[in-house]
């Protein structure tokens, strides 16, 4: 693995008691404007009744961590029931929770000891599709007359005389085939046939995952039934997983091929018929009111990948009829190097692409909170993503500072605050993401970025006293775990411990405006934060884009930020301590300062 650095973190004297104190989230406005949410994949965080998989137990335990870094809410992916063939994203009950993570009894006190230290507790609601052993689906599936016969989406085929034709099947009235060209983005076509219905039943991700029908009030009624349950239960709010696939074509028109085969060798198709239909705003306007019922801010954050910015507005909804507080800014964190290229492959630091990004973030949502996010587990991790292989410490600290000093709430993916790296299988045989086994080894699969957390440097980095994990833990442990990181200033857990104390006390850092500075520079990405009152200070941040150092000039008069003096707030450089004057410094390969003007 990569060798880390030893950084010397620089604390000015101005970042003392005061930016450290505990002030509440949000002081303006509500709380999840200046959320730090943290993700946890619960099968993977904490094991505490040796089976070598994370539980709910396990997250209660950790709690006090989560407080001392400063963490607002937690995001809990899928914990219901589950065959886990999508890892708990294929529930087969809304309003439980599975046995391997515990029972509702332990998920009411994770909420309440939670609670205890201010951090709220976010669901991941799956509302696009059921588990095929949902007994909804199990119904639907026995025969053509039955109550929930119409809550997926079925269809009898077209006819064809070519019997050996892909997915070709024999049905009541002879020989069909899929309706259309729909692919499922997790390989393979989106049609599955069930004899006993004599008809196929699409699914936009595995066939394990067929979709539900949002065109049947029913079936709406039940998904909102199931969230009011675990508001009831005093869940703060929900992560909408898959959001933007709720409808598709009720004429089931050809989405059109992208050129490409999936890496099964199925043809893609563009999706355009099964994602991102207008439709689904209605739904998103009908549940935020049922969640606005509750009086207590509870909030809806959601899985939104779309081409650009601007198409967020739409998901944030008018200001008369909202939809979702905080649709993901996926644009800034997950960027490809080409247009056509694949999410979660290398990219180098791409500065032009960041200071577009982030200028957009700011200035096309309508003053609307943006919530950004580099990691999350269907990505390879922001460390060997964004990371050369010589600097990965340090361009950790450039993606931590991007995160927590734009404007915006912050979204964490367990582990990214240690440096944890993706750990991608090396064989076949070790593969538990099913699009690595059918892939392979094209598509190695999501298992990389969804290893134990690593707490110490001991056995199973303290996630589990069973050897046998249900991922193995990775070899970097020995340095790379929150013990060794907690006891050591420089480390980057402390880095984050830091911004987070920053983020939380600082005015200016919290509400003041973003505005990019010496926007032409090809190596360094500069903003100020200014002022919210006349009392306040500018803030300046600086990150190197490049292995090599930089000087840099920045001209504060022009963009109207007044002060001669400059205080270094944060810095992972030594030489940055000295810094005077923004005029004229000089930042070592990929630094980043963070200064007060004052
Ligand atoms: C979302 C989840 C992903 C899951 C998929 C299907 O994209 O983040 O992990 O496989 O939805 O539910
Ligand atoms: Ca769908």
Same mark, same amino acid.
């Given at each position: 693995m990569f060798k880390r650095q030893l950084i010397s973190l620089l604390l000015a004297s101005a970042l003392s008691s005061s930016l450290r104190a505990?002030?509440?989230?949000?002081a303006h406005g509500a709380?999840?404007?200046?959320a730090v949410i943290y993700e946890i994949y619960p099968r993977s965080?904490?094991?505490?009744?040796?089976?070598g998989v994370g539980d709910l137990n396990g997250i209660t335990q950790r709690l006090d961590y989560l407080q001392s870094l400063g963490v607002d809410a937690i995001w809990i992916a899928p914990m219901y029931?589950?065959?886990?063939?999508d890892f708990g994203y294929d529930?087969?009950?809304?309003e439980a929770v599975d046995p391997q993570y515990g029972t509702l009894a332990d998920m009411d006190r994770l909420i309440a000891e939670a609670k205890k230290r201010h951090i709220r507790v976010l669901l991941d609601m799956v509302l696009n599709h059921t588990s095929d052993k949902h007994p909804w689906f199990v119904e639907s599936a026995g !025969?053509?007359?039955?109550?929930?016969?119409?809550w997926f989406i079925w269809n009898d085929g077209k006819a064809t005389n070519?019997?050996?034709?892909?997915?070709?099947h024999q049905g009541p009235h002879g020989w069909v085939v899929p309706p259309n060209d729909w692919s499922s983005l997790f390989q393979g076509s989106a049609w599955e046939w069930v004899p006993a219905r004599g008809q196929f039943y699409y699914h936009f991700?595995?066939?394990q995952q067929p979709d539900l029908n949002?065109?049947?009030?029913a079936v709406e009624k039940a998904m909102f039934d199931a969230m009011r349950f675990w508001l009831d239960r005093g869940v703060a709010g929900f992560r909408l997983d898959?959001?933007?696939?709720?409808?598709?074509?009720p004429e089931l028109h050809d989405d059109g091929p992208t050129g490409k085969l999936d890496a099964s060798g199925f043809p893609e198709s563009n999706h355009v018929r099964t !994602?991102?239909?207008?439709?689904v705003h209605d739904v998103m306007r009908r549940l935020r009111v049922m969640v606005d019922?509750?009086?207590?801010?509870r909030v809806l954050v959601g899985e939104i990948y779309v081409p650009?910015?601007?198409?967020?507005?739409g998901w944030y909804g008018p200001r008369s009829a909202p939809e979702l507080q905080l649709p993901m800014d996926t644009l800034v964190g997950f960027?490809?190097?080409?247009?056509?290229q694949e999410t979660g492959k290398n990219v180098a630091l791409n500065i032009a692409h960041f200071r577009k990004t982030i200028v957009e973030m700011e200035a096309a949502l309508d003053g609307h909170q943006p919530l950004l996010v580099?990691?999350?587990?269907?990505?390879?991790?922001s460390w060997d993503r964004?990371?050369?292989?010589?600097h990965n410490p340090l361009i950790a600290r450039l993606i931590a500072t991007m995160l927590f000093t734009t404007r915006s709430a912050a979204l964490l993916y367990y582990g990214q605050e240690l440096g944890m790296a993706t750990h991608t299988p090396?064989?076949?045989?070790?593969?538990?993401?099913p699009i690595g086994i059918t892939g392979w080894p094209k598509e190695k699969g999501r298992d990389g970025e969804r290893t134990p957390m690593q707490w110490t440097s001991g056995p199973q980095a303290g996630f !589990?006293?069973?050897?046998?994990?249900w991922l193995p833990v990775a070899a970097d442990r020995s340095s790379v775990n929150v013990a060794s990181e907690s006891a050591d200033a420089s480390s980057l857990l402390n880095w984050y411990r830091t911004l987070a104390a920053i983020r939380r006390g600082n005015p200016t850092m919290r509400d003041g405006a973003l505005v990019m500075l010496d926007?032409?520079?090809?190596a360094v990405l500069s903003y100020a934060r200014t002022p919210v009152s006349p009392s306040g200070h500018a803030l300046v941040v600086s990150l190197n884009m490049t292995a090599q150092p930089q000087v840099v000039h920045l001209d504060l008069k022009a963009a109207g930020i007044g002060g001669p003096g400059v205080k270094t707030l944060?810095?992972?450089?030594?030489?940055?301590?000295?810094?005077?004057?923004?005029?004229t410094f000089m930042l070592p390969p990929y630094a980043t300062l963070i200064a007060e003007v004052q």
């Open positions: 505990q002030a509440p989230a949000s709380w999840y404007e200046h965080f904490q094991d505490t009744n040796g089976d029931p589950s065959p886990q063939v529930i087969a009950n809304y !025969s053509k007359t039955n109550p929930r016969a119409d070519d019997t050996h034709a892909p997915n070709a991700f595995y066939k949002w065109r049947n009030p898959a959001v933007t696939t709720l409808f598709e074509d !994602s991102g239909l207008p439709e019922g509750y009086h207590d801010e650009a910015t601007a198409e967020l507005l960027h490809t190097e080409a247009p056509g580099f990691d999350n587990h269907d990505n390879t991790r964004f990371g050369d292989g010589a090396t064989q076949r045989e070790d593969v538990r993401d !589990s006293s069973n050897p046998q994990t926007a032409t520079n090809p944060l810095g992972d450089a030594a030489a940055l301590n000295g810094v005077t004057s923004l005029a």
